[in-house]
């Protein structure tokens, strides 16, 4: 061989080692990166569902436990009748009673019935005696809808027997409205009913989660709400239905549909149910990102696979942010949502040891009905961004600030070591200053309407020593503040029992 030959060989053995270094680099490059990229497609998969498995489920929650407060106060309202004996106690079945005493009862007991009710959107609200007579509110569509058998038909939903009342929806396949009927005595029920349209506020729609159905449901899957009103009194799509399965409460996502249940009274259920293909859209976005850059970096170097995955999990850390700030923020005020605003309040008092005293201020805007129906929902919505600034200017950022659903709100007041010798005057003092916020403020074209707020007030420890027995105490005191007027305040020690 000569030298030349020589030479050629080895510039062949060393282009031939070169070519196979080369693709060596190439191959574990890829092979990098691409362990690299489904590491990362299942790791964003596995985070990203049990983030949003875990933000509906809470959101679920926080719907459920709104119904079941609705349905309380229904129920409350409905124990308000109670206060006057002559409503209970006259039965013109059983008693004889001349005609002159019957006309003067039933027209007490009506004057009260429209008292108690005058503030609620009912259909019905209204005492009815074993013979169909009835005093109180009673639509026509009710009576000609159960005719003679008006009472038993009613007394028939009472399903309670130890506290003698009942919910029931979907008589005679009308699901347009629901029932709550009490007994008041031997011969008479209470009966309230409301629209079941009426239920919008409360299963307000998540936000941040396109294409979600809420749905409330009978124990035989039939549809008493529905955020797509087409489904109401229609039984529960099949492949919801078959995952839900009568389970009180769970939380499934397969490949078609994310589904999440909470029983509540009566045995109906919150069903919310959303397209797996949309919760997990932005997981899909980043699968296709992923894939895109991974062929860059196998082309340009291993260099640029470390930016490029940064630049990957930054989305997903954004969305996972973005969820989390949804489940503790109401998105319209601003302020806590009522799930962490309890959550937060019960660890405070929890955590109240030297038994400080702290107030609840619960309040509710007067009127605010007037506004929605007049200006328009948007409109309300900026109402009620509005009072949530009202908030935060009259509070101190110690305190908690909550939104508990529809136009109620609750400020958690902390009082300082200053100020707990006079707690009663501070509390004063910030109800006074939150009422003048609120009479300086008109709303309208003309500022036709002026949006006021009647306040209910519990101490801790002196009316409770939880969120629940202080809610009851400040809800009181809100009440008594409706009956004196609005647009003023009630501490409950002051509500006469």
């Not at 080895?10 to 080692?17: D, H």
């Not at 002559?86 to 008693?95: C, L, Q, R």
Request: hydrophobic residues 40%.
């Amino acid at each position: 061989m000569t030298e030349q030959n020589q030479k050629n060989s080895s510039s062949a053995r060393v282009r031939k080692l070169k070519n196979l270094m080369l693709f060596i680099n190439i191959f574990i490059i890829v092979a990098l990166t691409t362990v690299i990229s489904v590491l990362t497609i299942q790791k964003t998969d596995e985070a990203l569902k049990s983030k949003v498995t875990t933000m509906v489920s809470a959101l679920n929650v926080q719907m459920q436990k709104n119904l079941d407060s609705y349905l309380q106060r229904m129920e409350t309202i409905g124990t308000l009748i109670f206060a006057t004996k002559e409503v209970y106690e006259y039965d013109p079945i059983s008693n004889s009673i001349d005609d002159y005493d019957s006309i003067k009862t039933e027209t007490l007991i009506e004057d009260q019935l429209y008292n108690i009710c005058i503030m609620e959107n009912f259909v019905d609200f209204s005492i009815v005696y074993s013979d169909n007579h009835h005093v109180g509110k009673m639509s026509n569509g009710t009576v000609k809808l159960f005719g003679s058998n008006l009472y038993t038909d009613l007394a028939a939903m009472i399903n309670r027997q130890k506290t003698a009342d009942g919910w029931y929806t979907g008589y005679d396949g009308n699901y347009k409205r629901i029932y709550y009927v009490k007994r008041v005595n031997e011969n008479a029920v209470l009966v309230i009913s409301f629209y079941t349209d009426e239920l919008e506020d409360v299963f307000e729609h998540p936000g941040g989660i396109e294409d979600i159905t809420v749905r409330l449901v009978e124990e035989n899957n039939v549809v008493i709400y529905s955020s797509d009103d087409l489904q109401e009194g229609k039984s529960l799509p099949a492949d919801i239905a078959e995952t839900v399965n009568n389970r009180s409460s769970v939380t499934i996502m397969d490949n078609n549909f994310l589904v999440t249940v909470q029983e509540c009274g009566d045995k109906w259920h919150v069903v919310c149910s959303a397209p797996t293909k949309v919760i997990l859209k932005e997981k899909n976005d980043v699968t296709y990102y992923v894939a895109i850059t991974a062929v860059i970096a196998s082309i340009l170097a291993a260099i640029f696979s470390i930016a490029i995955m940064s630049r990957i999990i930054s989305p997903v850390n954004e969305i996972v942010d973005a969820l989390a700030d949804e489940a503790h923020t109401d998105l319209l005020t601003g302020i806590l949502n009522k799930r962490t605003f309890e959550k937060r309040v019960e660890e405070a008092l929890c955590h109240n040891h030297d038994a400080m005293k702290k107030a609840v201020i619960l309040l509710d805007l007067d009127n605010f009905k007037g506004v929605n129906d007049t200006l328009g929902h948007a409109y309300g919505d900026k109402v009620l961004a509005g009072v949530g600034d009202i908030l935060k200017r009259v509070f101190h950022v110690d305190d908690y600030l909550g939104r508990l659903g529809g136009d109620e709100f609750c400020v958690y007041l902390n009082i300082s070591d200053i100020q707990q010798g006079n707690y009663l005057a501070h509390i004063e003092e910030k109800c006074n200053e939150l009422c003048r916020e609120f009479r300086n403020n008109y709303t309208g074209e003309n500022n036709t309407y002026k949006i006021s707020a009647s306040i209910g007030v519990a101490v801790f420890p002196v009316h409770g020593d939880n969120f629940a027995d202080l809610y009851k105490c400040a809800d009181k005191a809100l009440y008594n503040s409706k009956h004196k007027g609005k647009d003023t305040f009630t501490i409950y020690e002051e509500v006469s029992e």
